[in-house]
């Protein structure tokens, strides 16, 4: 059975020349196993610094404090060459950069083919019509041929499609999905969402999708995390968070969308700049004297979900 993955107290800096730059601030959710979790918010907000984390892929000038747990294993502590185990075959992932993450020089078919040998007893003949099979049901007419190319031969589009490929490959138990859709059009990227969902059906993987389209995630998610500078300021299932969103920065998002109205979140009032409470408190229309004096903690919602915002005091 798939473990949940459960973090606690993650903390994220990256060390710059002008000091240490905050991406994650004393985040703690479970990701719960045979679900489909969403976490949407804007640039910068540190979804995909969480997703990194868990991975242990963050550059070296990343500071990370916190506990990570895939099930009983501590992931932040496990030795490398046991965490190199389960990268792939345990816990797959879609990058969100796909021009950094396929190699140039190899051609394509080896770089999936390896992938499923790596971690499947599989001999390179099966590996190579796994591999067909699964850019096949990524939309590519000719499999065979886009095995014997390289990645420079790919368009940006395309080479989205191959690392998604690459991430489910070894159908892993658990997949983090960064920006899946990224730069794609309607029609591939709906192609990409009913991938993501059959994998998702027929090989019982769980899933994290880190993503600003929140037409997918209204689709393909059981529950959305939002999350505004390193927190998760309000989760729920995503039909509450798509048609009932609590916290004024989730309505913003949605009001946002062209089906919302496209009405942009406000720029930050400066006057309220200098704070010490909630962080989005320099853009809230709704905003009390109190929320800039103190951070305010998760409530409950009916329902199970939670929200930070005094609001629902």
């Not at 969403?38 to 995909?48: A, T």
């Amino acid at each position: 059975m798939v473990p949940d993955i459960e973090i606690r107290d993650l903390t994220v800096s990256f060390e710059t020349a002008d000091g240490p730059v905050p991406a994650v601030s004393g985040l703690s959710t479970t990701f719960r196993a045979g679900r489909i979790s969403g976490v949407i918010g804007e640039s910068g907000s540190g979804k995909s610094v969480m997703g990194l984390s868990i991975l242990r892929l963050l550059p070296n000038t990343a500071r990370v404090s916190g506990s990570c747990k895939l099930g009983e294993q501590e992931l932040y502590t496990l030795p490398l060459n046991e965490l190199r185990k389960l990268r792939g075959a345990s816990i797959g992932l879609i990058p969100q950069n796909p021009g950094a993450s396929l190699d140039p020089v190899m051609r394509i078919g080896r770089q999936l083919t390896e992938a499923i040998t790596t971690h499947g007893r599989r001999s390179r003949g099966e590996a190579k019509a796994q591999a067909a099979e699964l850019l096949r049901q990524f939309g590519f007419e000719r499999p065979e041929q886009i095995l014997e190319q390289y990645a420079f031969q790919m368009s940006g589009g395309m080479s989205q499609r191959l690392v998604s490929a690459l991430g489910l490959a070894c159908h892993p138990g658990w997949v983090i999905a960064d920006e899946p859709t990224k730069g794609l059009d309607a029609v591939i990227r709906n192609q990409v969402y009913r991938v993501l969902r059959q994998i998702y059906t027929q090989h019982h993987s769980s899933m994290i999708v880190i993503t600003h389209d929140l037409r997918l995630a209204r689709q393909l998610c059981d529950d959305i995390r939002v999350m505004y500078m390193g927190q998760i300021i309000e989760q729920n299932t995503a039909q509450e968070v798509m048609e009932h969103p609590r916290h004024p920065y989730t309505a913003g998002l949605i009001h946002a969308m062209p089906g919302g109205g496209m009405t942009p979140i406000p720029s930050p009032d400066p006057d309220r700049a200098v704070h010490q409470g909630c962080p989005f408190y320099p853009r809230c229309a709704r905003a009390e004297a109190r929320c800039g004096l103190s951070v305010p903690g998760d409530y409950a919602l009916p329902g199970g979900g939670k929200v930070r915002c005094f609001l629902y005091e």
